[in-house]
């Protein structure tokens, strides 16, 4: 499994591309609106922030022709970066996922909640499906939901990737990555989560102790002078 990063902070973003292997950058209307930034530049940071890596931006048109109109003026503003349009799992984000595959721009449908509306939108041509595991898991099905789409994926031969979104804890994503999802894609704040665990922090504090103890201090260890 790999890694995207869900946010709309270009500063975050770079922050998190600096220090971590992820893949680019996903955002949604919810995240832009909390961040509360002027729209176009920060869109125009963000693809500057992630580069030739992917940027996933959703449309908020709520008919497939504008949606498609969208995805194309979106393509063209942001190239150079892998731009991916997200459309909402419902009739017409399916058949403006058709349309826009057809124009040769990339596709995730997000907001999916169940095994068959990724089926659907596998067979529509997206490149990701988005399941929200933890808005799921509220009922019990997040978990449960990402390993039946996996299963369906393979079962049907489909190449279309899972993209898990939404996580309340590390746990989730350990068991995302267990079913074979092909990415997660996480707020910045996680991903110092994802590598922290407190006996690495009291082996760490071990090390330097035993180094104090017999050097002194951290100069780098240099053997050609
Ligand atoms: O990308 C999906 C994400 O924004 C939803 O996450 O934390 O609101 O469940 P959350």
């Given at each position: 499994m790999r890694f995207l990063i869900d946010t709309f902070s270009p500063e975050a973003a770079k922050h998190i591309l600096d220090y971590y292997p992820a893949d680019g950058v996903t955002t949604n209307p919810a995240i832009i609106c909390r961040e509360k930034k002027q729209l176009k530049p920060t869109l125009m940071e963000l693809r500057e922030a992630v580069g030739d890596k992917m940027l996933h931006v959703q449309t908020m048109q709520t008919?497939?022709?504008?949606?498609?109109?969208?995805?194309l003026s979106l393509r063209d503003a942001l190239s150079g970066c892998r731009f991916?349009?997200?459309?909402?799992?419902?009739?017409?984000?399916?058949?403006a996922c058709r349309a826009i595959k057809s124009k040769g721009v990339g596709v995730t449908v997000t907001a999916v909640f169940s095994p068959m509306q990724a089926l659907v939108a596998a067979r529509a041509g997206a490149d990701f499906v988005a399941p929200y595991v933890n808005k799921l898991e509220d009922v019990g099905e997040g978990l449960r939901c990402v390993k039946e789409?996996?299963?369906?994926?393979?079962?049907?031969?489909?190449?279309?990737?899972?993209?898990?979104a939404s996580f309340r804890n590390?746990?989730?994503?350990?068991?995302v990555a267990?079913?074979?999802s092909h990415y997660a894609t996480l707020p910045p704040a996680f991903f110092d989560k994802l590598v922290y665990h407190?006996?690495?922090?009291?082996?760490?504090?071990?090390f330097e102790d035993d180094w104090q103890e017999l050097y002194g201090d951290k100069k780098p260890i240099d053997l050609i002078k």
């Open positions: 008919e497939a022709d504008a949606m498609l109109d969208e995805a991916f349009v997200k459309l909402p799992c419902n009739s017409e984000g399916i058949k789409i996996k299963e369906l994926f393979d079962i049907h031969a489909l190449p279309t990737q899972i993209l898990s590390v746990r989730q994503v350990t068991e267990l079913f074979g407190p006996m690495t922090e009291n082996a760490v504090k071990g």
